[in-house]
Protein backbone atom coordinates (compact mmCIF):
# COMPACT_ATOMS: atom_id res chain seq x y z
CA UNK A 1 0.00 0.00 0.00
CA UNK A 2 3.09 2.22 -0.13
CA UNK A 3 2.47 5.44 -2.12
CA UNK A 4 2.54 9.36 -2.40
CA UNK A 5 4.62 10.74 0.44
CA UNK A 6 3.54 11.30 4.18
CA UNK A 7 6.24 13.77 5.26
CA UNK A 8 8.76 14.89 3.59
CA UNK A 9 11.89 16.08 5.20
CA UNK A 10 14.05 19.00 3.04
CA UNK A 11 17.57 20.08 3.47
CA UNK A 12 17.03 19.59 7.18
CA UNK A 13 20.54 21.33 8.89
CA UNK A 14 21.07 21.12 12.55
CA UNK A 15 24.97 21.83 13.91
CA UNK A 16 25.94 21.56 17.39
CA UNK A 17 29.29 23.45 18.77
CA UNK A 18 31.87 21.74 16.44
CA UNK A 19 29.75 19.13 14.72
CA UNK A 20 27.02 19.15 11.76
CA UNK A 21 24.99 16.16 12.84
CA UNK A 22 22.40 16.55 9.63
CA UNK A 23 23.94 18.33 6.78
CA UNK A 24 20.71 19.72 4.49
CA UNK A 25 19.42 15.82 4.28
CA UNK A 26 16.75 14.89 2.46
CA UNK A 27 14.02 12.24 3.88
CA UNK A 28 10.68 11.08 2.49
CA UNK A 29 8.29 8.34 3.79
CA UNK A 30 5.85 7.08 2.15
CA UNK A 31 1.78 5.91 2.88
CA UNK A 32 1.76 2.81 3.94
CA UNK A 33 5.76 2.11 3.31
CA UNK A 34 8.16 0.84 6.15
CA UNK A 35 11.21 2.57 5.69
CA UNK A 36 14.55 1.80 7.25
CA UNK A 37 17.10 5.03 8.31
CA UNK A 38 21.02 3.24 8.27
CA UNK A 39 24.06 4.81 9.20
CA UNK A 40 27.17 4.08 11.54
CA UNK A 41 27.63 6.06 14.86
CA UNK A 42 27.48 9.45 14.67
CA UNK A 43 25.73 9.71 11.06
CA UNK A 44 23.18 11.95 12.07
CA UNK A 45 20.17 9.20 12.42
CA UNK A 46 19.07 10.48 16.09
CA UNK A 47 19.23 13.98 15.59
CA UNK A 48 16.94 13.47 12.15
CA UNK A 49 14.17 11.40 14.01
CA UNK A 50 14.31 14.25 17.61
CA UNK A 51 13.58 16.81 14.43
CA UNK A 52 10.97 14.95 12.98
CA UNK A 53 9.34 13.85 16.66
CA UNK A 54 9.46 17.67 17.70
CA UNK A 55 12.37 17.16 20.46
CA UNK A 56 15.00 19.30 18.28
CA UNK A 57 14.44 22.17 15.90
CA UNK A 58 16.04 22.45 13.18
CA UNK A 59 18.59 25.38 12.08
CA UNK A 60 17.46 25.37 8.21
CA UNK A 61 15.47 23.55 6.44
CA UNK A 62 11.49 22.46 5.95
CA UNK A 63 8.66 19.59 7.03
CA UNK A 64 5.73 18.78 4.92
CA UNK A 65 3.08 16.46 6.29
CA UNK A 66 0.70 15.05 3.79
CA UNK A 67 1.28 17.78 1.49
CA UNK A 68 1.17 20.59 4.51
CA UNK A 69 3.93 22.91 5.57
CA UNK A 70 4.12 21.99 9.49
CA UNK A 71 6.36 23.15 11.77
CA UNK A 72 7.20 20.75 14.80
CA UNK A 73 7.73 22.69 17.58
CA UNK A 74 7.36 19.60 20.29
CA UNK A 75 6.22 16.19 20.54
CA UNK A 76 2.63 17.21 21.39
CA UNK A 77 2.66 19.06 17.69
CA UNK A 78 3.99 15.81 15.99
CA UNK A 79 1.64 13.55 18.22
CA UNK A 80 -1.63 15.85 17.49
CA UNK A 81 -0.49 15.17 13.88
CA UNK A 82 0.03 11.23 14.09
CA UNK A 83 3.46 10.74 14.25
CA UNK A 84 4.18 8.70 17.56
CA UNK A 85 8.15 7.02 18.70
CA UNK A 86 8.65 3.82 20.07
CA UNK A 87 11.99 5.04 22.07
CA UNK A 88 15.07 1.66 22.21
CA UNK A 89 14.59 2.73 26.25
CA UNK A 90 11.25 2.25 27.86
CA UNK A 91 9.88 4.86 30.23
CA UNK A 92 7.82 2.83 32.57
CA UNK A 93 6.72 3.31 36.27
CA UNK A 94 7.63 -0.61 37.38
CA UNK A 95 5.18 -0.34 40.51
CA UNK A 96 2.11 0.99 38.69
CA UNK A 97 -0.37 -1.75 36.43
CA UNK A 98 -0.24 -1.49 32.29
CA UNK A 99 -3.26 0.33 32.36
CA UNK A 100 -1.93 3.18 34.43
CA UNK A 101 1.56 3.52 32.82
CA UNK A 102 -0.74 3.66 29.34
CA UNK A 103 -2.93 6.12 30.87
CA UNK A 104 -0.24 8.47 32.32
CA UNK A 105 1.79 8.15 28.41
CA UNK A 106 -1.58 9.54 27.19
CA UNK A 107 -2.95 12.07 30.00
CA UNK A 108 -6.07 10.48 30.34
CA UNK A 109 -7.76 8.45 33.16
CA UNK A 110 -7.31 4.89 33.58
CA UNK A 111 -10.83 4.21 33.21
CA UNK A 112 -12.68 1.02 32.60
CA UNK A 113 -13.16 2.13 28.45
CA UNK A 114 -9.50 2.42 28.38
CA UNK A 115 -8.80 -1.03 29.75
CA UNK A 116 -11.18 -2.37 27.04
CA UNK A 117 -9.63 -0.43 24.54
CA UNK A 118 -6.35 -1.95 25.74
CA UNK A 119 -7.49 -5.45 25.14
CA UNK A 120 -9.44 -4.98 21.84
CA UNK A 121 -6.18 -3.24 20.15
CA UNK A 122 -3.12 -5.48 21.73
CA UNK A 123 -5.65 -8.71 20.93
CA UNK A 124 -6.42 -7.23 17.00
CA UNK A 125 -2.38 -6.95 16.88
CA UNK A 126 -1.64 -9.94 18.35
CA UNK A 127 0.25 -8.75 20.90
CA UNK A 128 -1.85 -9.31 24.39
CA UNK A 129 -1.69 -7.59 27.72
CA UNK A 130 -3.27 -7.67 30.62
CA UNK A 131 -4.54 -4.30 31.69
CA UNK A 132 -4.20 -4.71 35.66
CA UNK A 133 -0.84 -6.42 35.19
CA UNK A 134 2.10 -5.07 37.35
CA UNK A 135 4.95 -3.92 34.82
CA UNK A 136 7.27 -5.28 37.11
CA UNK A 137 6.02 -8.53 36.76
CA UNK A 138 6.38 -8.37 32.36
CA UNK A 139 9.10 -9.45 30.37
CA UNK A 140 10.79 -7.27 28.41
CA UNK A 141 9.00 -7.63 25.00
CA UNK A 142 6.03 -7.03 27.12
CA UNK A 143 7.16 -4.09 28.10
CA UNK A 144 7.81 -3.42 24.71
CA UNK A 145 4.16 -3.50 23.81
CA UNK A 146 2.88 -1.66 26.75
CA UNK A 147 4.90 1.19 24.37
CA UNK A 148 3.44 0.06 20.90
CA UNK A 149 0.05 -0.35 22.07
CA UNK A 150 0.34 3.44 24.14
CA UNK A 151 1.16 4.27 20.58
CA UNK A 152 -1.81 2.66 18.86
CA UNK A 153 -4.13 3.53 20.98
CA UNK A 154 -3.67 7.49 19.73
CA UNK A 155 -4.06 5.83 15.63
CA UNK A 156 -0.85 6.98 14.86
CA UNK A 157 -0.35 7.67 10.53
CA UNK A 158 3.67 7.49 11.45
CA UNK A 159 5.21 4.85 14.01
CA UNK A 160 8.91 6.06 14.22
CA UNK A 161 10.70 2.52 15.82
CA UNK A 162 14.70 3.09 17.74
CA UNK A 163 16.22 -0.29 18.02
CA UNK A 164 12.84 -2.59 18.49
CA UNK A 165 14.34 -5.83 18.63
CA UNK A 166 17.56 -5.70 21.18
CA UNK A 167 15.64 -7.13 23.75
CA UNK A 168 13.76 -9.74 21.92
CA UNK A 169 13.99 -13.54 21.69
CA UNK A 170 13.41 -14.59 17.70
CA UNK A 171 10.01 -15.97 18.39
CA UNK A 172 9.38 -12.38 19.74
CA UNK A 173 10.97 -10.86 16.46
CA UNK A 174 8.80 -12.16 14.26
CA UNK A 175 5.68 -11.42 16.20
CA UNK A 176 6.36 -7.46 16.23
CA UNK A 177 7.09 -8.08 12.49
CA UNK A 178 3.70 -9.77 11.89
CA UNK A 179 2.43 -6.82 13.97
CA UNK A 180 4.44 -4.20 11.69
CA UNK A 181 3.46 -5.77 7.71
CA UNK A 182 0.10 -5.88 9.61
CA UNK A 183 -0.34 -1.98 10.55
CA UNK A 184 1.83 -1.30 7.13
CA UNK A 185 -0.78 -2.78 5.15
CA UNK A 186 -3.69 -0.76 6.89
CA UNK A 187 -2.02 2.03 5.76
CA UNK A 188 0.32 3.20 8.59
CA UNK A 189 3.76 4.18 7.98
CA UNK A 190 6.93 2.92 9.96
CA UNK A 191 10.23 4.78 10.02
CA UNK A 192 12.65 1.98 11.60
CA UNK A 193 15.69 2.34 12.93
CA UNK A 194 18.04 -0.71 13.37
CA UNK A 195 21.95 -2.21 13.17
CA UNK A 196 20.25 -5.77 12.29
CA UNK A 197 20.77 -5.33 8.76
CA UNK A 198 19.20 -8.46 8.03
CA UNK A 199 16.25 -7.58 10.11
CA UNK A 200 16.51 -4.70 7.80
CA UNK A 201 16.08 -6.60 4.27
CA UNK A 202 13.30 -8.97 5.77
CA UNK A 203 10.76 -6.34 7.04
CA UNK A 204 11.37 -2.67 5.36
CA UNK A 205 10.44 -1.27 1.59
CA UNK A 206 13.36 0.87 1.57
CA UNK A 207 16.21 2.71 3.27
CA UNK A 208 17.72 6.08 3.37
CA UNK A 209 21.26 5.64 4.43
CA UNK A 210 23.42 8.74 6.02
CA UNK A 211 26.70 9.34 6.17
CA UNK A 212 28.79 12.11 8.35
CA UNK A 213 25.24 13.64 8.83
CA UNK A 214 24.45 13.82 4.64
CA UNK A 215 22.11 11.72 2.31
CA UNK A 216 24.68 9.17 0.62
CA UNK A 217 22.49 6.67 -0.77
CA UNK A 218 18.39 5.11 -1.08
CA UNK A 219 17.98 1.17 -1.69
CA UNK A 220 15.66 -1.45 -1.59
CA UNK A 221 16.98 -4.04 0.94
CA UNK A 222 15.36 -7.10 -0.81
CA UNK A 223 17.58 -6.13 -3.37
CA UNK A 224 21.03 -5.26 -1.48
CA UNK A 225 22.69 -8.38 1.29
CA UNK A 226 23.42 -7.32 4.90
CA UNK A 227 27.17 -6.25 3.29
CA UNK A 228 25.92 -4.12 0.36
CA UNK A 229 24.14 -2.09 3.24
CA UNK A 230 27.22 -2.26 5.56
CA UNK A 231 29.43 -0.73 2.65
CA UNK A 232 26.50 1.76 1.79
CA UNK A 233 26.83 2.99 5.73
CA UNK A 234 30.46 3.03 6.66
CA UNK A 235 31.37 3.83 3.00
CA UNK A 236 33.82 0.33 2.04
CA UNK A 237 33.27 -3.18 2.71
CA UNK A 238 33.20 -4.60 6.12
CA UNK A 239 34.82 -7.98 6.74
CA UNK A 240 32.68 -9.10 9.60
CA UNK A 241 34.66 -11.55 12.32
CA UNK A 242 34.63 -15.07 11.82
CA UNK A 243 34.86 -18.02 14.56
CA UNK A 244 38.13 -20.03 14.05
CA UNK A 245 38.33 -23.29 15.36
CA UNK A 246 40.26 -23.41 18.87
CA UNK A 247 43.04 -25.78 18.57
CA UNK A 248 43.26 -26.37 22.80
CA UNK A 249 41.81 -25.12 25.26
CA UNK A 250 43.63 -23.81 28.47
CA UNK A 251 43.22 -24.03 32.37
CA UNK A 252 39.35 -22.98 33.86
CA UNK A 253 40.19 -18.85 34.12
CA UNK A 254 36.97 -18.19 35.72
CA UNK A 255 34.65 -20.90 37.10
CA UNK A 256 31.59 -20.62 39.17
CA UNK A 257 30.58 -22.85 41.41
CA UNK A 258 26.78 -23.27 42.87
CA UNK A 259 26.51 -19.60 42.31
CA UNK A 260 23.67 -18.57 44.22
CA UNK A 261 22.94 -15.00 45.06
CA UNK A 262 18.90 -14.26 46.34
CA UNK A 263 17.87 -10.58 45.11
CA UNK A 264 16.30 -8.69 48.23
CA UNK A 265 14.07 -6.07 45.82
CA UNK A 266 11.53 -7.46 43.46
CA UNK A 267 13.30 -5.80 40.77
CA UNK A 268 16.11 -7.63 40.38
CA UNK A 269 16.68 -11.24 39.42
CA UNK A 270 18.15 -13.71 41.99
CA UNK A 271 20.77 -16.57 40.71
CA UNK A 272 20.63 -19.46 41.29
CA UNK A 273 22.48 -22.66 41.32
CA UNK A 274 24.98 -21.48 38.42
CA UNK A 275 28.03 -23.35 37.35
CA UNK A 276 29.62 -22.43 34.44
CA UNK A 277 33.44 -22.21 33.31
CA UNK A 278 35.36 -20.03 31.06
CA UNK A 279 38.74 -21.49 29.80
CA UNK A 280 41.65 -19.58 28.71
CA UNK A 281 41.58 -19.26 25.22
CA UNK A 282 37.79 -19.40 24.75
CA UNK A 283 34.73 -17.18 24.28
CA UNK A 284 31.72 -18.32 26.06
CA UNK A 285 28.50 -16.79 25.44
CA UNK A 286 25.07 -16.22 27.98
CA UNK A 287 21.84 -14.94 25.74
CA UNK A 288 19.02 -14.01 27.63
CA UNK A 289 16.28 -11.42 27.43
CA UNK A 290 17.00 -8.08 29.74
CA UNK A 291 15.81 -8.71 33.50
CA UNK A 292 16.51 -12.71 33.80
CA UNK A 293 19.75 -12.31 35.53
CA UNK A 294 22.29 -10.95 33.48
CA UNK A 295 23.23 -7.76 35.36
CA UNK A 296 23.17 -9.36 38.90
CA UNK A 297 25.46 -12.20 36.93
CA UNK A 298 28.01 -9.54 36.05
CA UNK A 299 27.62 -7.89 39.38
CA UNK A 300 28.60 -11.11 41.14
CA UNK A 301 31.75 -11.79 38.83
CA UNK A 302 32.93 -8.68 38.96
CA UNK A 303 32.69 -8.12 42.67
CA UNK A 304 30.25 -5.22 43.12
CA UNK A 305 27.51 -7.50 44.42
CA UNK A 306 29.59 -10.12 46.78
CA UNK A 307 28.69 -14.05 47.50
CA UNK A 308 28.83 -16.03 50.06
CA UNK A 309 30.86 -19.92 50.36
CA UNK A 310 33.74 -20.65 47.52
CA UNK A 311 31.33 -19.81 44.75
CA UNK A 312 33.37 -17.83 42.08
CA UNK A 313 36.95 -18.56 41.68
CA UNK A 314 39.59 -16.70 39.21
CA UNK A 315 42.74 -18.22 38.18
CA UNK A 316 42.40 -21.29 40.50
CA UNK A 317 41.32 -19.05 43.84
CA UNK A 318 38.76 -18.33 45.51
CA UNK A 319 37.74 -15.15 45.36
CA UNK A 320 33.92 -14.52 46.41
CA UNK A 321 35.33 -11.93 49.06
CA UNK A 322 37.31 -9.90 46.89
CA UNK A 323 36.78 -6.67 46.09
CA UNK A 324 36.52 -5.27 42.21
CA UNK A 325 39.78 -3.67 42.50
CA UNK A 326 41.50 -7.02 43.56
CA UNK A 327 40.14 -8.48 41.20
CA UNK A 328 41.14 -6.29 38.58
CA UNK A 329 44.46 -6.42 39.90
CA UNK A 330 44.17 -10.34 39.53
CA UNK A 331 42.91 -10.24 35.51
CA UNK A 332 39.08 -9.75 35.82
CA UNK A 333 38.19 -6.60 33.88
CA UNK A 334 33.99 -6.00 33.38
CA UNK A 335 32.17 -3.74 31.01
CA UNK A 336 28.70 -3.55 32.62
CA UNK A 337 25.54 -2.97 30.31
CA UNK A 338 24.69 0.82 31.44
CA UNK A 339 26.97 2.78 29.24
CA UNK A 340 26.30 6.31 31.11
CA UNK A 341 26.32 6.07 35.13
CA UNK A 342 27.76 3.14 35.76
CA UNK A 343 30.60 2.10 32.47
CA UNK A 344 31.57 5.89 32.33
CA UNK A 345 30.59 8.92 34.36
CA UNK A 346 29.18 11.61 32.38
CA UNK A 347 30.57 14.56 33.51
CA UNK A 348 34.14 13.63 33.62
CA UNK A 349 36.66 13.49 30.62
CA UNK A 350 37.03 10.17 28.62
CA UNK A 351 41.09 10.72 30.62
CA UNK A 352 39.42 10.95 33.51
CA UNK A 353 37.15 7.70 32.77
CA UNK A 354 40.10 5.61 31.02
CA UNK A 355 41.57 6.20 34.69
CA UNK A 356 38.57 5.08 36.60
CA UNK A 357 39.50 1.48 35.91
CA UNK A 358 42.62 1.42 34.43
CA UNK A 359 44.78 2.93 37.36
CA UNK A 360 44.00 -1.23 38.94
CA UNK A 361 46.01 -2.56 35.99
CA UNK A 362 47.78 0.47 34.12
CA UNK A 363 50.77 2.88 35.74
CA UNK A 364 48.51 6.23 35.81
CA UNK A 365 49.63 7.19 38.53
CA UNK A 366 52.80 8.52 39.97
CA UNK A 367 53.88 8.79 43.78
CA UNK A 368 50.48 8.33 44.43
CA UNK A 369 49.02 10.92 42.63
CA UNK A 370 47.24 11.19 39.02
CA UNK A 371 49.17 11.17 35.90
CA UNK A 372 46.95 13.53 33.99
CA UNK A 373 49.60 12.48 30.88
CA UNK A 374 49.66 8.94 31.19
CA UNK A 375 45.55 9.15 31.60
CA UNK A 376 45.65 10.94 28.53
CA UNK A 377 48.22 8.70 26.79
CA UNK A 378 45.69 5.53 27.91
CA UNK A 379 42.83 7.62 26.61
CA UNK A 380 44.16 8.57 23.42
CA UNK A 381 44.91 4.70 22.69
CA UNK A 382 41.16 3.52 23.16
CA UNK A 383 40.34 6.26 21.02
CA UNK A 384 43.07 5.58 17.96
CA UNK A 385 42.81 1.81 18.26
CA UNK A 386 38.59 1.61 18.74
CA UNK A 387 37.83 4.88 16.18
CA UNK A 388 35.67 6.40 18.66
CA UNK A 389 34.01 9.92 17.38
CA UNK A 390 34.57 12.54 19.62
CA UNK A 391 37.39 16.12 20.41
CA UNK A 392 40.27 14.11 21.82
CA UNK A 393 40.17 12.80 25.07
CA UNK A 394 39.16 15.89 27.22
CA UNK A 395 35.87 15.25 25.87
CA UNK A 396 33.02 14.58 28.17
CA UNK A 397 32.00 11.05 27.82
CA UNK A 398 27.77 12.39 27.88
CA UNK A 399 29.10 14.42 24.50
CA UNK A 400 29.63 11.26 22.85
CA UNK A 401 27.05 9.35 20.90
CA UNK A 402 25.88 6.39 22.41
CA UNK A 403 27.93 4.01 20.26
CA UNK A 404 30.71 5.73 19.91
CA UNK A 405 30.63 5.71 23.97
CA UNK A 406 30.66 2.13 23.86
CA UNK A 407 33.21 1.81 21.86
CA UNK A 408 35.25 3.96 24.22
CA UNK A 409 34.60 1.68 27.49
CA UNK A 410 34.99 -1.90 25.74
CA UNK A 411 37.96 -0.48 24.20
CA UNK A 412 39.53 0.76 27.80
CA UNK A 413 38.81 -2.93 28.78
CA UNK A 414 40.50 -4.66 26.22
CA UNK A 415 43.35 -2.67 26.27
CA UNK A 416 44.30 -2.99 29.46
CA UNK A 417 45.13 -7.08 28.71
CA UNK A 418 42.99 -8.78 30.90
CA UNK A 419 43.44 -12.25 31.53
CA UNK A 420 39.55 -12.70 31.94
CA UNK A 421 36.67 -10.36 30.42
CA UNK A 422 33.04 -10.61 31.26
CA UNK A 423 31.34 -7.77 28.59
CA UNK A 424 27.73 -7.34 28.69
CA UNK A 425 25.94 -6.12 25.18
CA UNK A 426 29.50 -5.20 23.83
CA UNK A 427 27.80 -4.10 20.01
CA UNK A 428 24.71 -2.45 21.86
CA UNK A 429 23.81 0.31 19.77
CA UNK A 430 27.02 0.44 17.75
CA UNK A 431 27.36 0.74 13.91
CA UNK A 432 28.48 -2.66 11.97
CA UNK A 433 31.65 -1.77 11.05
CA UNK A 434 32.24 -1.09 14.71
CA UNK A 435 30.59 -4.00 15.69
CA UNK A 436 33.52 -6.02 13.81
CA UNK A 437 35.82 -4.08 15.43
CA UNK A 438 34.97 -5.20 18.52
CA UNK A 439 34.22 -8.73 18.07
CA UNK A 440 37.66 -8.99 16.58
CA UNK A 441 39.50 -7.58 19.40
CA UNK A 442 37.64 -9.83 21.45
CA UNK A 443 38.58 -13.18 19.69
CA UNK A 444 41.75 -11.67 19.78
CA UNK A 445 41.93 -11.68 23.53
CA UNK A 446 40.87 -14.98 23.59
CA UNK A 447 43.71 -15.91 20.14
CA UNK A 448 46.03 -14.45 23.27
CA UNK A 449 44.84 -17.01 26.06
CA UNK A 450 42.42 -14.50 28.06
CA UNK A 451 38.84 -16.30 28.87
CA UNK A 452 36.20 -13.83 27.58
CA UNK A 453 32.57 -14.32 28.77
CA UNK A 454 30.16 -12.55 26.54
CA UNK A 455 26.69 -11.31 27.65
CA UNK A 456 24.67 -10.35 24.66
CA UNK A 457 20.77 -10.10 23.76
CA UNK A 458 22.21 -10.59 20.03
CA UNK A 459 22.01 -13.92 19.11
CA UNK A 460 23.48 -12.74 15.93
CA UNK A 461 26.53 -12.18 17.68
CA UNK A 462 26.69 -14.73 20.15
CA UNK A 463 26.46 -17.47 17.16
CA UNK A 464 28.71 -15.73 15.07
CA UNK A 465 31.46 -15.09 18.17
CA UNK A 466 31.44 -17.67 20.79
CA UNK A 467 32.47 -21.35 20.61
CA UNK A 468 30.09 -22.54 23.49
CA UNK A 469 26.91 -20.78 24.54
CA UNK A 470 24.00 -21.06 26.96
CA UNK A 471 21.10 -19.05 28.36
CA UNK A 472 19.83 -17.70 31.48
CA UNK A 473 16.24 -17.71 31.94
CA UNK A 474 14.87 -16.17 35.62
CA UNK A 475 18.12 -16.64 37.39
CA UNK A 476 19.40 -20.03 36.20
CA UNK A 477 22.03 -20.98 33.48
CA UNK A 478 21.20 -23.41 30.84
CA UNK A 479 23.24 -26.20 29.74
CA UNK A 480 26.39 -24.95 27.29
CA UNK A 481 26.72 -26.01 23.76
CA UNK A 482 28.57 -26.03 21.41
CA UNK A 483 28.24 -23.21 19.03
CA UNK A 484 28.23 -24.93 15.93
CA UNK A 485 25.95 -27.88 17.15
CA UNK A 486 22.87 -25.13 17.77
CA UNK A 487 21.15 -22.42 16.12
CA UNK A 488 19.64 -19.12 16.68
CA UNK A 489 16.01 -20.84 16.95
CA UNK A 490 17.51 -23.27 19.66
CA UNK A 491 18.80 -21.08 21.80
CA UNK A 492 15.72 -18.95 21.58
CA UNK A 493 13.95 -22.04 23.56
CA UNK A 494 17.00 -21.63 25.90
CA UNK A 495 16.22 -17.88 26.64
CA UNK A 496 12.36 -18.61 27.22
CA UNK A 497 12.91 -21.24 29.69
CA UNK A 498 13.95 -24.73 27.73
CA UNK A 499 16.72 -25.71 29.96
CA UNK A 500 18.55 -28.32 27.71
CA UNK A 501 18.37 -29.34 24.31
CA UNK A 502 18.40 -32.42 22.00
CA UNK A 503 21.98 -31.95 19.59
CA UNK A 504 22.78 -34.73 17.93
CA UNK A 505 26.51 -34.37 17.57
Known sequence: MAGSSLVTMQNITKAYPGVLANDAVHFDIGHGEIHALLGENGAGKSTLVKVLYGLLQPDSGSVTWQGQAVKLSSPSVARSLGIAMVFQHFSLFESLTVVENIAMGMAVPATDNLRKRIIEVSNRYGLPLEPNRDVFTLSV????????????????????????????????????????KRLASEGVSILYISHKLDEIRELCDAATILRGGKNVATANPKEESAQ????????????PAIRTNQVKLGEPLL???????????????????????????EIVGIAGVAGNGQDELLSAIAGETRSSGEMIWLKGEFVSYWSVGSRRQAGLCAVPEERLGHAAVPSMSLSENAFLTGFHRQKLRTAGLVSAGRCKKAANAVIDEFDVQCHGPHSAASSLSGGNLQKFVVGREILQAPDVLVVSQPTWGVDAGAAAAIHKALQGLA????????????????????????????????????TTDVDAQQVGQLMGGTHSLEVVA
Open 228 to 239: SLAALMIGEDIQ
Open 141 to 180: GERQRIEIIRCLLQNPKLLIMDEPTSVLTPQEVQDLFVTL
Open 255 to 281: ALNQLTITSKSVQNMSLRDINLKVHAG
Open 447 to 482: KNGAAVLVISQDLDELIAITDRIGALCAGRLSKLYA
